[in-house]
Nanobody
């Protein structure tokens, strides 16, 4: 059983920065594609970023491209989401997710494991 624990959320001013972390338990982390999704109040959970476990190729939603950076540290079983130049529309609960597929899905239904979520609130 794999468990993911998200952390790092909080209150940040528009234009500021925040770094989210997600630590995975278990020894299969290096075989997972990992991703970040977010869910704002009253909205569907949406894709933010995803990274291949093998090539480290990374994909981003258009809304965060150029502002957010996803990285992973396999020895630490950890992925990060560096959020820069945040906007009020980035306010949401952020979830990390892991997929056992060989590809790097951007669809939430293809992710097997989920963190509990961490709240990010951007004040204007």
């Amino acid at each position: 059983q794999v468990q993911l624990v998200d952390s790092g959320g909080g209150l940040v001013q528009a234009g500021g920065s925040l770094r989210l972390s997600c630590v995975a338990s278990g020894d299969v982390f290096t075989t997972f594609a990992m991703a970040w999704f977010r869910q704002a109040p009253g909205k569907e959970r949406e894709f933010v970023a995803a990274m291949s476990h093998a090539t480290r190729e990374t994909f981003y939603a258009d809304s965060v491209k150029g502002r957010f950076t996803m990285t992973r540290d396999n020895p630490k079983n950890t992925v990060y989401l560096q959020m820069n130049s945040v906007k009020s529309e980035d306010t949401a609960v952020y979830y990390c997710a892991g997929s056992t597929l060989n590809s790097v899905p951007t669809i939430k239904a293809l992710y097997n494991f989920w963190g509990q979520g961490t709240q990010v609130t951007v004040s204007s």
